[in-house]
């Protein structure tokens, strides 16, 4: 079974659901923990908890926090397009192509973080 990631720890469900691939019902990709309402009150309170430190983090943190997950995914395209094929039932290719331009959106907005540091500081209202 697949656990949920809370806080950085991997948390089993009490239940489990099954991820079939709608276009072959007999391949069942894995079991999925099944979150309760204990669970999402921890989840809510990691994001909670997580928010200050995020809130305050410099435009190249950002950067680089969301240029490194644009980078994983378009590293693992492949992987993850065969992986959406059987999740979403797509075409492998189109399920590629939806991991390529998840990579590119975390880049774009990896981008932004600094483009948008650099819009507002005073040096450049100046210019």
Known sequence: MRANLVAGQWTAGRQS?????????SDV?????AGDAAAVDAAVAAARGAFPAWSVATPQQRFDALDFAGTEILARRAELGE???REEG?????????AVRAGQIF?????????????????SARA
Request: net charge neutral; charged share 25%; aromatic share 6%.
């Open 17 to 25: 659901n099954p991820n079939v691939n709608p276009s072959d019902v």
């Open 29 to 33: 990709i894995d079991q999925y923990a």
């Open 83 to 85: 992986l959406l094929a």
């Open 90 to 98: 797509k075409t492998t290719p189109e399920a590629t192509g939806e």
């Open 107 to 123: 880049k774009f907005f990896a981008g932004e973080a600094l483009r948008t540091a650099a819009r507002s500081s005073p040096r």
